[in-house]
């Protein structure tokens, strides 16, 4: 079941799909985020350009940074079907939080410099936020920038950057008021990954796809890589990640990874016999709907003017907390099969229940659910840190 929508929308979700059929075989869908082979990222990057040709990169942001100027509700039909349909697109660091950051804080220059290099897929962005001794715990960063004349100099070390060494710039936040409080000290950054001092160490994600630890040693950055004002990164971020208008679909996803298991279920005879089984797949549905429900709440609210300081932070937590019991309840309906690899000739739905098995837990990327539930706790309920 979705959510009624008008018929205008539901127009644009057919172009979307139609896009989709056209542009993406069935055998070119993956997620980059967990295979990054080179022939793989060869293709992600080809079918992100025919996005950003068909001006669906930046879709609400205002038109004369060469955005679209649509209404958030048109890029969360545009997420769904993408992530429904595993479609490969690249520069999500770029798009959501770097562009998000722009557009709140950015310079004018900023804006007509940056953004449009984003939505034209020129610029690829890697995310510098997560550190090895604070996690993406923005009150405990440690990296510093320092002001040395016209530049800044950065200092530290970055953990699970992902998508490295095929990014061009870095998204640095970066310390720059010791002496103040967090919501005050900390600035953003653009830094250009083969600028001198920048050095990354790969290394495998468990879930597959690599991510680096990366190690800024002086890194002696110009005036204008400093994203708006100095000591306002904090805000900035907040305002990227939790208040942009739409919500990370991860229920469409889910969705479409549900729809295979009972396709797959219908070929076994008397899988769907099993009352238990029936229970799992009933239990998997809801957790979808209640996902959709969440997000579909935060647009309304956005919609009408009550956009919360924490937007997606609620359906974050119950999407990242309910991927590894999804997992759970593929091996329990597809049994011991389901930990076959794809190299096994007897590996259920070409082995694709042992890979998400595996991703299920490696869902930190954009924040742990625990440190959504803290956004909430600080953010939606003012409760001290």
Known sequence: MRTPLSKEKEAWRTEIREFLAAELPRRDAFNPEFDDASEQWEKAIEFSRKVSAKGWIGLTWPTQYGGGGREPID???????????????????????????????????????????????????????????????????????????????????????????????????????????????????????????????????YGGGVQSSTYLDKVRVPAKALIGDEGKGWQYIMQAFYASGTVEPIYAMQEARLRDLLAHCRTQAGALDDSHVRADIARLAAMIQSQRLLAYEILGNNDAGRRQPYGGAVQQVVAKEFEPLFAQVYDRVLGPTSQLTAESAFAPLNGKPEAWYRQSFANHAGGTAQLKRMVLATRGLGLPR
């Open 75 to 205: 890029n969360q039909i545009l997420l769904e079907e993408f992530a429904a349909a595993d479609a490969p697109m690249i520069n999500s660091v770029g798009i959501f939080l770097a562009a998000g950051t722009i557009l709140v804080g950015g310079t004018e220059e900023q804006k007509a410099e940056l953004l449009p290099a984003i939505s034209g897929m020129h610029t690829l962005w890697a995310e510098g936020l997560t550190e090895p001794e604070a996690g993406s715990d923005l009150g405990s960063l440690q990296t510093r920038a320092v002001r040395d004349g016209a530049d800044w100099v950065i200092t530290g070390q970055k953990a699970y950057t992902s998508w490295g060494p095929m990014s061009d710039v870095l998204y640095v936040a970066a310390r720059t008021s010791p002496e103040e409080s967090t919501r005050d000290a900390v600035s953003i950054f653009v830094v250009d990954l083969k600028s001198a001092g920048v050095t990354l160490h790969p290394m495998r994600n």
